[in-house]
C-alpha cells in the first residue's frame, strides 16, 4: 500500500472529522418548547400497506400540543392490508382527521410524489407538514417544526429525525444518514446559499410553506424523482425560496427498516438517484473507499497515517451520532463496515436499475436520478 495515498485519505479524513465538530456545533436544532402555532397547519400523511406500524404515529399526531389550528389528512395509497381500517379505529371521530383514497400514479410518475400532491391539493393549511408512517413524534413537534421554519425565515425546513436501528444491517447503514449530513454539508453556508446542490431534505418529516410549494410548482415538478423529498427542496430553491436542514432527533424518531432485507431492499430501490450515472456511481466508490477503507486496512499492516485515518473516521461518526440523538458505542468503530455496506448496495441499486428490476411496494422504480444543479 502506498503510503502518500493513506496520508492523503488520512489528511482528508482528519479535515472531515473536523468539519464535523464545527458543524454540530453550528447545526440548529427544532425546539423542545416551541411557543404556540397560531397558524392553520395541514399533517400530511401518505400510506400505503402500513397497517403494521402505522397506529404510533397516528396517535402521536393526534397528541400535538400548541398547534391550536391543526388538520390531519390521511391518504391511503391502494392499501391491501387494511391500513385503512386501522386508520378509522385509531383516529375515530376526530374532526380535525380525513382519511382519503387515493388514485393510482399515471405512468411515469412515482407513488410517493403522487400521494403526496394529491394531500397537498386537499390542504387547506398556511403550512403543510409532510410525515411519513414510520415516525414517532413527541406532543410539540409539529409545532416546533413550524416555529424552526417561520423563525429562520425559511420557505422549507427539514427536522431530521433520530433514526433507530435494530440488527446488524440497520445498525451498520441507517446511521451514515445523519453522519453524512453533519460531516458533508456546511449548514450556515447551505442556509445562506441559493444553490440547488447544497439542498438537503429528509421525507420523513418536511414542513413547507404553502404558497413556496405552489410557486416552485410543487409535487408534480417532482413526480419521476426517486428521491423526491430532496428533488423538491432543490426546486423551492431554484424558485427563490430558501431551505435548510435542522436535528429534530428531540421531537422526532423514525425507525425506517427493522432487519437487513427491509434496508437491502429499501437502499436498492433508491440509491442509485443519489449517484447520478454509472460513471458517477464507480467514482463516488472508489473515492469512499479510499477515505474509509484504505485507512484502516493500511492500519493493520502497521500504517500510522493509516490509524490516524481510521480514528478520524470513527471520531466523526461519533460526533454525528451524538449530535443526532444516535448510539454512538461501539457503532461507531464499525465504520469500515459501514463503509463496506455502501458499497455493497451500491452496486445492488445499479444492477437492480439496469436490468430493469427496481421496484417498491409493488410497483416499478423508473424515475430519474437526482439532478445536481
Known amino acids: 500500500m502506498r503510503a502518500p495515498w493513506t496520508t492523503a485519505a488520512a489528511a482528508v479524513a482528519v479535515g472531515s472529522a473536523v468539519h464535523s465538530v464545527v458543524n454540530a456545533r453550528l447545526m440548529r436544532s427544532a425546539p423542545t418548547d416551541p411557543p404556540p402555532c397560531t397558524e392553520r397547519v395541514s399533517v400530511l400523511l401518505p400510506v400505503r400497506d402500513e397497517a403494521h406500524r402505522v397506529e404510533p404515529t397516528l396517535r402521536s399526531l393526534l397528541a400535538q400540543r400548541g398547534v391550536a389550528d391543526l388538520e390531519l389528512l390521511v391518504l391511503d395509497d391502494g392499501s391491501t392490508d387494511g391500513t385503512a381500517d386501522v386508520v378509522r379505529a385509531v383516529c375515530g ?100 446559499s441559493t444553490r440547488p446542490s447544497l439542498a438537503a431534505a429528509n421525507g420523513q418529516f418536511l414542513v413547507v410553506d404553502a404558497a413556496a410549494l405552489r410557486r416552485c410548482g410543487g409535487w408534480a415538478s417532482v413526480a419521476d424523482a426517486v428521491l423526491d423529498d430532496m428533488a423538491l427542496a432543490r426546486r423551492v430553491r431554484l424558485s427563490g425560496g430558501r431551505t435548510a436542514a435542522v436535528d429534530g432527533s428531540a421531537v422526532a424518531e423514525c425507525r425506517m427498516y427493522e432487519d437487513w432485507a427491509q434496508l437491502r431492499d429499501g ?54 451520532a451524538r449530535r443526532t440523538g444516535g448510539r454512538v458505542w461501539p457503532d461507531a468503530w464499525a465504520h469500515p463496515a459501514s463503509a463496506g455496506v455502501v458499497l455493497v448496495l451500491l452496486h445492488r441499486t445499479w444492477r437492480g436499475r439496469r436490468a430493469g428490476t427496481l421496484e417498491w411496494k409493488g410497483r416499478p422504480i423508473t424515475g430519474r436520478r437526482l439532478a445536481a444543479r
Not at 273 to 288: D, E, Q
Not at 292 to 320: H, I, K, M, T, W
Open 93 to 192: 371521530a376526530d374532526p380535525r382527521v380525513r382519511l382519503l383514497t387515493g388514485t393510482p400514479p399515471p405512468d411515469g410518475v412515482l407513488g410517493k410524489p403522487n400521494a403526496c400532491a394529491q394531500l397537498a391539493a386537499e390542504a387547506t393549511g398556511d403550512v403543510l407538514v409532510f410525515v411519513d408512517a414510520d415516525v414517532v413524534f413527541a406532543e410539540q413537534a409539529v409545532a416546533s417544526a413550524v416555529w424552526s421554519l417561520r423563525s429562520a425565515d425559511l420557505d422549507l425546513v427539514s427536522p431530521f429525525p433520530r433514526q433507530l436501528a435494530d440488527g446488524w444491517g440497520p445498525r451498520l447503514a441507517q446511521p451514515l444518514l445523519p453522519w453524512s449530513l453533519v460531516v458533508s454539508l456546511p449548514m450556515r453556508v447551505a442556509e445562506r
Open 267 to 320: 437502499y436498492t430501490k433508491s440509491l442509485w438517484s443519489a449517484t447520478g450515472s454509472p460513471l458517477a456511481a464507480a467514482v463516488f466508490a472508489l473515492v469512499f473507499g479510499w477515505l474509509y477503507l484504505l485507512p484502516p486496512v493500511a492500519a493493520l499492516f502497521g500504517s500510522r497515517a493509516g490509524l490516524v485515518g481510521y480514528l478520524a473516521a470513527v471520531a466523526s461518526r461519533a460526533v454525528a
